[in-house]
């Protein structure tokens, strides 16, 4: 039997990297220290990218069912309305911002995994690891105290902010801890007035609260604390800050979940070390401005395990896997970036300044293609990776994306219990079918409609454009499978 990938930590990551390995038919066991799956809202927003990679692997409805749909997010200052941004324009199926408590979001994953016959393996922590040629040796302690030493393929750390897997490489996590810190309420809200389904921003010279609705009725409430030290506080002082902050004539009640958190923007450079790798908070961290951080962290998954899969059944060169850490990375970066923009602007101190930051915010979002971008950059349909060592060719001349961007195929490369493929995008023709014949192991057997009926595309199973040339030019798609493609050569 073929060593299994041991994924760490059963969150939203890890579950999706597992559930992916997983549908690929790649061998794999995930675990957890915990006894059980988190019962907080934590993590709410789910952007359309993401949503169209859960599509893709199988498991978008369930989501869509359980979750509430937003169609924009509201900014306002007291009774005043500054802004509004509609999701209807992003330029994705799934044109809108599903909230979802992580709670859920974790069972439907866990679910989704368990119809490949994968359970996830709690009280059971990772202590111990080491690199050795052909896999990774690890220790686990299970409940009760039994030790068992697991040999893995390889080892994914999907376990979070204070990842044991990357403490043990030694991996630095570089950045700051930001001089701020955060209340946050999951509660009941009456008399706020914004669509329910609606997450809106209120500023106020004394500092930002926010209100992002998770189900009928009950709401996620951030609020900076501006000079005030961390503290977890309590109903009656959320009911001051919104009543102070807010429109006025709002009721706080039944309170769920209070905590405070401080803010760290941190990465690590590589996401990988030998068989080793990391992804979601593992690998990087920043501020929840933007709802990114979870969705980031799925998308390394994504990203990670059609690659992982090709190189465990030896249909793609182990060099494949040095692209992961490079996308992902430089995605991380722009995501640390605008997250850091975004909370600096939101809690931005200063009369002027905030009457500046107000003004420019009111007049800019009456531009439509301007609330258009904002939306399509918070969406995730824009990430790409133009800088990736897998890109080929160029979609110069061509009604289309060029390699390193987002292309939605028709055909879903990986399906259930198959191993992932690459979508051939090009007009039926029999050098078309010629391609797929000689590089069968990597493509779909069916060819998909093209952008442009004078191209040829190569789509990745993650839905990201490897190689695009004019028609004709078969040289280009050839030589991209041809550099994927070969015998396991080491590592």
């Known amino acids: 039997m073929s060593k299994p990938v041991l994924v760490i930590g059963a969150g939203p990551v890890g579950l999706t990297m597992a559930a992916e390995l997983a549908r690929y038919g790649t061998p794999v066991r995930i675990i957890d220290r915990l006894p059980a799956r988190t019962t907080q809202s934590r993590a709410l927003a789910v952007w359309p990218r993401t949503l169209e990679l859960l599509d893709a692997a199988g498991c978008a409805d369930a989501f869509r069912a359980t979750g509430l749909r937003a169609d924009a997010v509201s900014l306002h200052a007291g009774n005043s309305t500054l802004a509004r941004i509609p999701f209807g324009t992003i330029a994705s199926p799934f044109n809108y911002l599903l909230m979802i408590a992580q709670s859920e979001t974790e069972r439907l994953l866990e679910e989704h995994l368990g119809t490949f016959g994968t359970p996830v393996e709690r009280e059971t922590e990772l202590t111990d690891f ?104 309590d109903l009656g002082e959320m009911q001051m800050i919104v009543d ?170 990986g399906r259930d219990n198959m191993p992932p493929r690459f979508v051939l995008a090009a007009t039926d023709s029999a050098e078309a079918r010629a391609m797929i014949a000689r590089h069968s192991p990597l493509l779909m057997p069916e060819i998909d409609l093209p952008p442009d009926e004078n191209g040829i595309w190569l789509i990745r199973p993650d839905g990201y454009v490897a190689a695009a040339a004019k028609t004709g030019n078969w040289t280009v798609i050839d030589m991209a499978l041809n550099g994927m493609a070969g015998e396991n050569q080491g590592l």
């Not at 010279?205 to 409430?221: E, H, K, L, S």
């Not at 990776?385 to 987002?406: C, E, F, I, T, V």
């Open 130 to 233: 080491v690199d050795r040629d052909e896999g990774v040796s690890c220790t686990l302690r299970h409940a009760g105290g039994r030790i068992e030493t697991l040999e893995a393929a390889w080892l994914i750390g999907c376990d979070g902010a204070h990842s044991f897997v990357r403490g043990r490489l030694g991996m630095a996590f570089e950045g700051d801890t930001l001089p701020m810190g955060f209340v946050i309420a999951d509660v009941h809200v009456a008399g706020l007035a914004v669509p329910p389904d609606e997450p809106a921003i209120f500023w106020h010279p004394d500092g930002a609260v926010m209100f992002f609705p998770i189900t009928q009725g009950r709401y996620r409430i951030i609020a900076d604390l501006g000079s005030v030290p961390l503290h977890m506080p």
């Open 244 to 413: 102070r902050r807010g429109p006025g004539g709002i009721i706080l009640s039944n309170p769920v979940w209070l905590s405070d958190f401080g803010v760290n923007e941190r990465k690590v450079r590589d996401y990988r070390r030998g068989r080793m790798f990391l992804a979601g908070d593992a690998a990087h961290i920043h501020s929840p401005a933007g709802g990114q951080g979870m969705n980031m962290g799925m998308q390394d998954a994504f990203n990670l395990a059609w690659k992982l899969a090709l190189v465990e059944r030896q249909d793609a060169n182990p060099r494949l896997l040095n692209s992961y850490s490079s996308e992902r990375s430089r995605v991380a970066l722009q995501i640390l970036s605008d997250s850091s923009h975004m909370t600096r602007i939101v809690l931005l101190r200063g009369h002027l300044a905030q009457r500046m930051r107000n003004f420019i915010v009111k007049q800019g979002f009456r531009i439509p293609v301007v609330r258009c971008a904002i939306a399509n950059r918070l969406s995730g349909i824009l990430i790409d990776y133009p800088d990736s060592p897998l890109n080929m060719g160029s979609a110069r001349g061509l009604h289309g994306p060029g390699p390193g961007q987002r292309l939605i195929s028709q055909r879903r490369s």
